[in-house]
């Protein structure tokens, strides 16, 4: 069983940044792939980005290549979103989950309660 708790969302101006942290318990974090997503109002849950669970390959949505990091942190188990030069259109809830799949960012087995992210333009 790992539960997942998101923290770190707050409201910022276009061009700030943000770092997002999602805590897991479980002795099995390590062994998950984790991912970020976020859902707009009134838009669908998007993929953000994902790491192996050594950290070794991450992924990224095109719309933030270049401005978020994900990393974690595997003795902390704990996964982070470095969000730099964000926009309003960043604005969003942003969830963690711990995937099931590399690649497939659809299968998940954990989902956490999310953060709200607000970027005022």
């Known amino acids: 069983q790992v539960q997942l708790v998101e923290s770190g969302g707050g409201l910022v101006q276009a061009g700030g940044s943000l770092r997002l942290s999602c805590a897991a318990s479980?002795?099995?974090?390590?062994?998950?792939?984790m991912g970020w997503f976020r859902q707009a109002p009134g838009k669908e849950r998007e993929f953000v980005a994902a790491i192996t669970w050594r950290g070794g390959n991450t992924a990224y949505a095109d719309s933030v290549k270049g401005r978020f990091t994900i990393s974690r942190d595997n003795a902390k188990n704990t996964v982070y979103l470095q969000m730099n030069s964000l926009k309003p259109e960043d604005t969003a809830v942003y969830y963690c989950?711990?995937?099931?799949?590399?690649?497939?960012?659809?299968?998940?087995?954990?989902w956490g309660q999310g953060t709200q992210v607000t970027v005022s333009s």
């Open positions: 989950a711990a995937l099931t799949r590399w690649g497939n960012w659809d299968a998940y087995d954990y």
């Open positions: 479980g002795r099995t974090f390590s062994s998950y792939v």
